[in-house]
């Protein structure tokens, strides 16, 4: 009994182990069939942008951030106390040089004036009687020491007066635009009351800040160019006109100035912008879109498009079957990861130091489909480095 039952079990043992053996087998199986399925499933082209990599004129520059500023700018304040009486502009006009745009009321002072000019006529009425007398010889000296100070000091009083009723208005001391007025007609106001901004628009300076170790690369003179966009963006031109002789300690920093022409008045005081110092020119350098540089853990690579018939050593295709040359078939193309050196930039273009040579197609958009070796189709229908107004009117030519 015991005999039968241990044939049983072990029978039972052969049939589970031979059961599980056929589920492990056929679990491997189906993992190497699927291995074998995807390494030999052809990867389906990707397609990517390029460009061919040319030597080129460089234009290297000094980048910074700058602040605006009028040649000509102050914020125009009255000179005594008074009551406004008269404001004679109006927000962004145009006004000349000397022109009165507020006037204070100043009837108290008129009536002064008008009382010394009378005593002053007296004293000089005085002063040529005084005169008179002295030529027929009946004046005494006395007399007229005493009318020609009297006079004097008349005149000098009329002219106090006049200039204590000349800071009842404010005039402007050179031709700009003001800005919104500061006070109301009726307001009563104290000297140093700020009544408007007065900004000459046409000729704009710059102050921007560069580091020490670039203050050798600026020179007076140097031409500039600026804008509220990014660095592609300056459409102002102007060049610099000082450069501090001291580095602050504390920053490390040179202050530099510049002077554009606003003849649009496009530029505003107080705005910042993008400055761009213009270096010498460089010929021969080879530089790429910014687009086409990937950065990663393990430096800087782009792709380099190539035949994958030459990249991996193949033949030629063979001749026909009649005999008769075969026509030949355009090479397939594949991306392939190259390590570079990236240097200087400017605007949308990085310079390459190492790594490429003149004549490489490289990828320009679509690397992130890319992986070394896969194979590509080129289609430059639209070129990111363009505007897109740009790029539509190269897609339908």
Same mark, same amino acid.
């Given at each position: ?9 072990i029978i039972?043992l052969v *049939? *589970? ?6 589920l492990v087998?056929f679990?491997i199986f189906?993992?190497?069939a699927i ?9 389906p082209?990707?397609?990517v942008s ?9 234009t ?21 106390? %008074?009551i +406004?009486?008269?404001?004679r ?7 000349d040089?000397g022109a ?11 009536a ?8 002053t006529s ?30 004097r ?6 002219a106090? *007066? ?7 208005r ?7 635009t003001?800005g =919104?007025p500061?006070?109301?007609v ?19 300076? +710059? ?13 007076i003179?140097?031409t500039?160019?600026l ?7 300056l459409?102002?031109s %102007?060049?610099?006109?000082g ?7 504390e920053?490390?920093?040179?202050s530099?100035?510049?002077e554009?022409?606003?003849p ?6 107080g705005?910042f912008v993008? +400055?761009r ?15 086409a ?5 393990? %430096?800087?690579? =782009?792709? +380099?498009v190539?035949p ?23 090479p397939? *193309? ?13 605007e ?13 197609q490289v990828?320009?958009a ?7 070796g ?9 070129d990111?480095n ?12």
């Amino acid at each position: 009994m015991n005999r039968r039952f241990a044939i049983r079990f072990i029978i039972a043992l052969v *049939l *589970l182990a031979v059961v599980c053996g056929g589920l492990v087998g056929f679990n491997i199986f189906r993992d190497r069939a699927i291995q074998q399925y995807f390494a030999s499933m052809p990867v389906p082209p990707q397609t990517v942008s390029t460009t061919t990599a040319e030597a080129m004129r460089w234009t290297p520059g000094v980048d910074a951030i700058g602040t605006v500023r009028a040649v000509q700018g102050v914020d125009l304040t009255v000179e005594t106390s %008074g009551i +406004v009486n008269e404001i004679r502009f109006k927000a962004n006009d145009m006004v000349d040089a000397g022109a009165v745009l507020l006037q204070l009321d100043d009837e108290v002072e008129r009536a002064d004036l008008e009382a010394q000019k009378a005593q002053t006529s007296l004293a000089q009425l005085a002063l040529n009687r005084a005169l008179e007398l002295q030529k027929r010889g009946v004046g005494t000296d006395v007399n007229l020491d005493t009318a020609q100070a009297a006079s004097r000091a008349g005149a000098s009083n009329v002219a106090k *007066l006049q200039a204590v009723l000349d800071q009842k208005r404010l005039t402007t001391p050179f031709r700009g635009t003001v800005g =919104i007025p500061r006070v109301e007609v009726g307001q009563y106001v104290t000297p140093g009351t700020v009544v408007v901004t007065l900004q000459n628009l046409e000729t704009m300076r +710059v102050d921007f800040t560069v580091p020490e170790q670039q203050r050798d690369l600026l020179k007076i003179g140097q031409t500039i160019r600026l804008g509220p966009g990014g660095a592609d963006q300056l459409p102002f031109s %102007g060049k610099i006109l000082g450069i501090d002789p001291k580095i602050d300690p504390e920053t490390r920093l040179v202050s530099v100035r510049g002077e554009v022409a606003n003849p649009d008045g496009q530029l505003t005081p107080g705005q910042f912008v993008q +400055v761009r110092v213009e270096l010498p020119p460089e010929d021969g350098i080879l530089a790429l879109p910014q687009t086409a540089l990937v950065t990663s853990l393990y %430096g800087d690579f =782009i792709y +380099v498009v190539r035949p994958a018939e030459q990249a991996a050593g193949k033949p030629a295709p063979a001749a026909g079957d009649e005999g008769t040359p075969a026509e030949p078939a355009k090479p397939q *193309l594949a991306a392939y990861q190259v390590f570079v050196k990236a240097g200087r930039r400017n605007e949308d273009k990085v310079e390459i130091v190492e790594g490429l040579k003149a004549g490489d197609q490289v990828v320009t958009a679509g690397q992130n489909r890319l992986s070394n070796g896969v194979p590509v189709t080129v289609d430059n229908t639209i070129d990111p480095n363009k505007p897109a107004a740009a790029a539509d009117q190269q897609a339908q030519k």
